[in-house]
């Protein structure tokens, strides 16, 4: 099986090193040296496993694990960490890293970390992930993991922001969400920008989901926000 890994690494020679290492075990790696590149790489794709410094650029380690775990319990991490920087470690696992090791690291011993979270990931899979995986409203499904919508049995493309708009909305099924709440949980708080992207972002998921189907899931409450119910 080919495992797609995602390298989140600045100091070049380190990347550089892990990339030729790991590609020569048969991984598929893609390497990033920044916090919220990493983030946007690690949304637009499927991982098998991330491997992430924890001093970055523009997003630091923690706060891009914080970001992952928001939305996704089960893609494993295993952080990167400065040599005696117990704070770090503890804070990455409290965020719920899977493993980490310390810098300067023995290749092969990252390597059978790297292994062994796969073997877990691989083993923790396969008892619940048909039936607690899919999120669903009326006949519309989405499935977290796989990144799959379907209504009606018909399968919808979403760009990874719609993606993750739509699973928010679901997991707070019945619920009236406000554009503020919505900007915080999709965009994150330290988003710089107008309310408004939610209803443009809300127009694009409700043309691709709702557009001539029935009932209609995504309803608008005047000068509230937004809610995902089964019946008008
Ligand atoms: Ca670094």
């Not at 995504?218 to 926000?225: A, E, H, K, L, Y």
Request: glycine residues 6%; negative net charge.
């Amino acid at each position: 099986m080919d495992y797609s890994l995602l390298v989140v690494e600045d100091e070049e020679k380190i990347a550089r090193l892990l990339e030729i290492e790991l590609e020569i075990e048969g991984y598929k790696v893609k390497c990033c040296s920044n916090g919220l590149q990493a983030l946007e790489e690690f949304r637009a794709a499927k991982w098998d496993l991330v491997l992430l410094d924890i001093m970055l650029p523009e997003m630091s380690g923690i706060e891009l694990l914080r970001r992952i775990r928001a939305n996704d319990s089960a893609t494993p991490v295993i952080l990167l960490t400065a040599k005696d920087s117990v704070e770090d470690k503890v804070s990455g696992l409290d965020y719920g890293a899977n493993d980490y090791i310390t810098k300067p690291f023995q290749i092969e011993e990252l390597l059978a970390r790297i292994r062994a979270a796969l073997r877990l990931r691989a083993a923790a899979v396969p008892a619940d992930s048909d039936t607690e995986e899919w999120l669903q409203a009326a006949d519309l499904k989405v499935n977290e993991k796989t990144r799959e919508v379907i209504r009606g049995g018909e399968a919808i493309e979403l760009t990874p922001r719609e993606f993750d708009l739509l699973v928010y909305l679901l997991k707070n099924k019945r619920q009236v969400l406000g554009r503020e709440q919505i900007l915080e949980a999709v965009w994150g708080y330290d988003y710089y920008g107008e309310t408004n992207v939610v209803d443009v972002y809300i127009r694009y998921i409700r043309k691709k989901i709702d557009s001539g189907k029935q009932p209609e899931l995504i309803q608008t409450v005047r000068g509230v926000g937004y809610v995902i119910k089964e019946t008008s």
